[in-house]
C-alpha cells in the first residue's frame, strides 16, 4: 500500500455512455457502472480502489451527470457529498476537470489534483501507483504531467504522445517532456511507433497543480475559464449553487482536455510525461472487452455475466449476458453476444466499432428507449 | 379447386420434434405447430388446408403424440374427433401410419389412403393436389405409390428415388414404376443425379389401398402388424381403446415405413411413383428455413417471427424472434439467430446441422426444462 500524498487530490470524471459499448451500456447505465473484467466491481469502483491508498478516500472527487448521482453514491459509499461533482449536461472534460480544479483550488490553493477516467481497466495497480507519486513530483515543479502507457502492441485503436527529453526531477526517475501528441495512427505508423519505444499511448490521465490547470485553460479558453471561476465562487454555497449551475453551465465550450490544455501545454514545453509500463485499456469496443477477458479461457471464448449459462461449441469471441437464458453458440468465430432483457447484439470482433452506428440508427427511428 | 376423391382418405402423421430446429422446436411446441414460412398458418395448418380440396375435413386423420392433442385441434378446428389418433409415445412411422390404415379399413374396407407429414413445406398446392390424384389412381390399381420430388438443385440433404418404367395407367399419365431407393448422396452424385432426371427426392408420401399397405407390413413385420390389427380392433370401441393402447403400444416394433413398406415393395416392382413438380422441404434445420425465407429480401436476410424489430447491417441469414427484443446484427454472414424467451441460438448456415448436438448435450446436462 502507498503512502498518501497530502497535497493530491484524484478527480474522476464519469462521463460518456461507451456507446460502442451498447447494448451493454446504455444511458441509464453506463460504462463505468458494469463490471467489465469480472471482478465483481464496476469499473468506478475499480478506479476508486486504485486511487484511494494515493489520495485517500476523502480526497477523491467524481464529476457525473445528475442522473447518475445515486448509481454513483452506492457504488462508492466512502465519498463525501461535497466530492460529488453534478453536471446538469454534459460539456466535455476540460468543463468536468475545470470546474473540479476549480472547486478545489478554493478550498486548497497549492493542491496537486490528477484526473482519471471512470471506464478504463488497469491491472497491476501498483505500477499505476507509482507512475502517479512520479507524476505528483513533477507537478509539483510547474508542469502539467500525463502518464502514457508504454505500448504492449503496435495499436491503432489510441493516440500517441511522442517523448522528448529526460526532466531531472526528484522523485521522478522516468520522468520526460513531451515532444507531440499523435492521432491514432496507421498500421505501418503504429508499427514504427511501437519499435521506437518513446511513443506512449496517451490514456488521458492528467496530473498538475489545480491552479496551473486552470491558468493553461484561461489563456487558451478565457470564456471557458470565466465560468469556471463563477461557478466555483458560488459552489459550496447551497443556496447559491443550483441557480449559477442552470445559468453558466449549458454555455460552457465543449473540448477536450486534451485540446484546451494538454496539446497546448505540450508546445509550450510545459507537458511532461511519466511511462506507465502496466497493462492498461480503455474497453473501447467489444472487441477490446474480448480480448480483456479471453486471457486463458477454453477455446478463447469470453463469458461476462454472472447468470450466464452458456453452451459453445467451436465458438470464440464473447458473449456477455444479462439474463438468464441459456445461450448457445456453434461454430461461430471471433463472435459478439450481447445478451440483454430488452436488446440483443450480434457481431463480430471486426466490425465491434460500427456499434456505434446502429445506437445512431435507433436514436433516429425512435427507439430511445432501448438506448 | 380439386374435386374430393370419394374413396380417399389422408393421413397427417404429426410426430418428431425437430431436434435440428431448436430452439424454436420444442418438445411442447414441434416443428409441425409453427409458422415457417410466414403464412399466417402452421405447418400442420398448411398441410391440412393442401389436402382438405382432396379429401375433404370428414377425411382427413392426424396421428399425434397424446400431448398435442390440444394444439393440434386448435390448429384444425374442423377434425372430427374419431380422426385423431393419439399415441401414447412415438414409435416411428409404420406404427403411426400403420394404426390409421388399420383403423381405417375397418370402417371402410377399399379406403386408399395416403400419408403426408404434418411438418413440410410445398408450394402451388395445385401441382400438389395433381400429383396426388394421379398417385391415388395408380392406387387404385394394386400398387403403392409415392410422389418424389423432381429435384431443383443437387442437393444432398434427402434421400432419392431412381425411377424406372412408365406405368400405363389411366388418370395418371406421369406414373413410373421405381427402381430403387438410394440414401443421401455425396455432392458429386448428387450432380449426376440431378443432371440424370430419373432420380426424384423421397419426401415420403405414399398412396395405396389401406389393405395392400398392411399386406405389406405384415409380409415383412408380422408382429408390428399383428398388433397393429389388435389396436385397429379395439379402436372404435371407447372401453377397450385405452387398456388395449396401455398394452400393446409400447412393444411396437420401430420401424420407418420406408423400410417396413416402400424399399419391400420396390424390390418386388409393386411401388411406384408421381414426379411431384412443386417446390417442397423438410425444413430439416436453420440453413434450409433460411433459404426458404430469404427469397427478395434485403441483404438476403430472413426474418421469421411477427413482433421482430430487426436492425442489420451487411449481415445475411435468418433471425427468428419469439420475443419483442431488439435485435441487431452487424457484419455477419449466414448467421442464424434464434431468439427465444428462455433460450438463445446463434449459429451460422455452415453449422446449422451440429444444432441436434447441443440439444443433446442440454439434455445429458439436466435442462430438459429449455428442450
Same mark, same amino acid.
Given at each position: 500500500m502507498s503512502q498518501v500524498i497530502s497535497d493530491f487530490y484524484a478527480v474522476i470524471p464519469a462521463g460518456g455512455i461507451g456507446s460502442r459499448l451498447w447494448p451493454l451500456s446504455r444511458a441509464d447505465a453506463p460504462k463505468f457502472l458494469h463490471d467489465l473484467t469480472g471482478s465483481g466491481h464496476s469499473l468506478l469502483r475499480d478506479t476508486w480502489?486504485?486511487?484511494e491508498p494515493l489520495a485517500g478516500s476523502?480526497?477523491?472527487?467524481?464529476?457525473?451527470?445528475?442522473?447518475?448521482?445515486? &448509481?454513483? $453514491?452506492?457504488?462508492?459509499? #466512502?465519498? !463525501?457529498?461535497?466530492n460529488v461533482f453534478l453536471e446538469s449536461e454534459p460539456r466535455d472534460s476540460t468543463a468536468a476537470i475545470g470546474l473540479a480544479a476549480a472547486v478545489l483550488v478554493r478550498r486548497e490553493p497549492e493542491v496537486i489534483i490528477g484526473s482519471f477516467a471512470a471506464d478504463h481497466v488497469i491491472r497491476v495497480p501498483h505500477l499505476f501507483q507509482w507512475a502517479v507519486q512520479q507524476a505528483v513530483a513533477v507537478a509539483r515543479?510547474?508542469?502539467i504531467c500525463t502518464i502514457g502507457i508504454q505500448p504492449s502492441?503496435?495499436?491503432?485503436?489510441?493516440?500517441?504522445?511522442?517523448? &522528448?527529453? $529526460?526532466?531531472?526531477?526528484? #522523485?521522478? !526517475?522516468?520522468?520526460?517532456?513531451?515532444?507531440r501528441f499523435v492521432e491514432k495512427p496507421d498500421l505501418e505508423t503504429a508499427r514504427t511507433y511501437?519499435?521506437?519505444?518513446?511513443?506512449?499511448?496517451?490514456?488521458?490521465?492528467?496530473?498538475?497543480?489545480?491552479?496551473?490547470?486552470?491558468?493553461?485553460?484561461?489563456a487558451n479558453n478565457p470564456?471557458?475559464?470565466?465560468?469556471?471561476?463563477?461557478?466555483?465562487?458560488?459552489?459550496?454555497?447551497?443556496?447559491r449553487r443550483g441557480p449559477v449551475v442552470d445559468r453558466v453551465w449549458p454555455g460552457l465550450t465543449k473540448i477536450a482536455i486534451d485540446y484546451s490544455v494538454a496539446e497546448p501545454a505540450a508546445e509550450k514545453g510545459k507537458l511532461a510525461v511519466i511511462?506507465?509500463?502496466?497493462?492498461?485499456?480503455?474497453?473501447?469496443d467489444f472487441a477490446s472487452l474480448a480480448k480483456l477477458n479471453s486471457h486463458g479461457r477454453k477455446n478463447d471464448l469470453a463469458i461476462l455475466g454472472g447468470n450466464a449459462r452458456i453452451l459453445s461449441d467451436?465458438?470464440?469471441?464473447?458473449?456477455?449476458?444479462?439474463?438468464?437464458?441459456?445461450?448457445?453458440?456453434?461454430?461461430?468465430?471471433d463472435i459478439v453476444v450481447v445478451d440483454t432483457p430488452d436488446a440483443l447484439l450480434v457481431t463480430t470482433s471486426e466490425h465491434a466499432q460500427r456499434v456505434k452506428g446502429v445506437v445512431d440508427a435507433l436514436k433516429l427511428g425512435g427507439r430511445g428507449d432501448v438506448l
Open positions: 480502489d486504485r486511487l476523502e480526497r477523491i472527487a467524481v464529476v457525473t451527470g445528475r442522473a447518475h448521482r445515486a &448509481a454513483v $453514491e452506492a457504488q462508492l459509499p #466512502g465519498v !463525501p457529498d461535497r515543479q510547474g508542469y502492441e503496435p495499436s491503432i485503436g489510441f493516440g500517441y504522445i511522442k517523448k &522528448a527529453d $529526460e526532466l531531472l526531477v526528484d #522523485g521522478a !526517475p522516468e520522468a520526460a517532456t513531451v515532444e511501437f519499435a521506437d519505444r518513446s511513443y506512449l499511448w496517451n490514456a488521458g490521465m492528467f496530473i498538475s497543480r489545480a491552479d496551473v490547470l486552470l491558468a493553461e485553460i484561461e470564456e471557458l475559464h470565466a465560468g469556471l471561476m463563477e461557478l466555483a465562487e458560488a459552489w459550496d454555497d447551497r443556496d511511462p506507465g509500463h502496466f497493462d492498461w485499456d480503455d474497453v473501447g467451436a465458438s470464440s469471441g464473447i458473449v456477455v449476458s444479462q439474463t438468464s437464458r441459456v445461450i448457445s453458440l456453434i461454430g461461430v468465430q
